[in-house]
C-alpha cells in the first residue's frame, strides 16, 4: 500500500461540479511532467507518454466515472469524453458566480474571515 501515489488534488467528481478546477489542475500537472501535448489533438506523443499520460488523470477522477471509461486507452480520447461531458458547466457556473458577485455586501457579514471566504468562493 505504501507504493500507491497519493491523490495531488481533489478528483473529478461524478457531477461534474468542480471541473474547472479540476482540468486547470491537469493541465499544470501533465505540464510539468512534460506530457500536455498528450491530451493536444494531432499530438505525436509515443504510446509511453500516452499510457503515463493516462494514468495520471484516471487516478484523479470519480471511480463511477472510471469504470464508464475503463475502455478509454487514449488520453487525448478521454479529456475529449470528459470535456463533452462537463463543458456545460461554464455556462452553469458563470451566470451564478456573476450574481453571487454582484450581490456580495461586505455589510451582509459579521466578520472579515467570512466576507473573505464567500470571495473566494464566489472567484474561484
Do not use: C
Not at 53 to 63: K, S
Not at 114 to 124: A, D, G, P, Q, W
Amino acid at each position: 500500500m505504501a507504493n500507491i501515489e497519493n491523490r495531488k488534488f481533489i478528483a473529478l467528481d461524478i457531477s461534474g461540479k468542480n471541473y474547472l478546477s479540476w482540468v486547470l489542475d491537469v493541465k499544470l500537472h501533465l505540464s510539468v511532467k512534460k506530457l500536455r501535448h498528450t491530451i493536444d489533438e494531432d499530438n505525436a506523443a509515443s504510446n509511453e507518454e500516452r499510457v503515463t499520460a493516462l494514468i495520471f488523470p484516471r487516478h484523479h477522477i470519480d471511480d463511477d466515472l472510471k469504470y464508464e471509461y475503463l475502455t478509454v486507452e487514449n488520453p487525448l480520447e478521454l479529456w475529449q469524453n470528459l470535456n463533452d461531458r462537463f463543458e456545460h458547466m461554464k455556462a452553469v457556473v458563470l451566470p451564478k458566480a456573476l450574481n453571487d458577485w454582484s450581490q456580495l455586501r461586505f455589510q451582509d457579514f459579521k466578520t472579515v474571515s467570512e466576507y473573505n471566504s464567500t470571495l473566494f468562493k464566489i472567484v474561484s
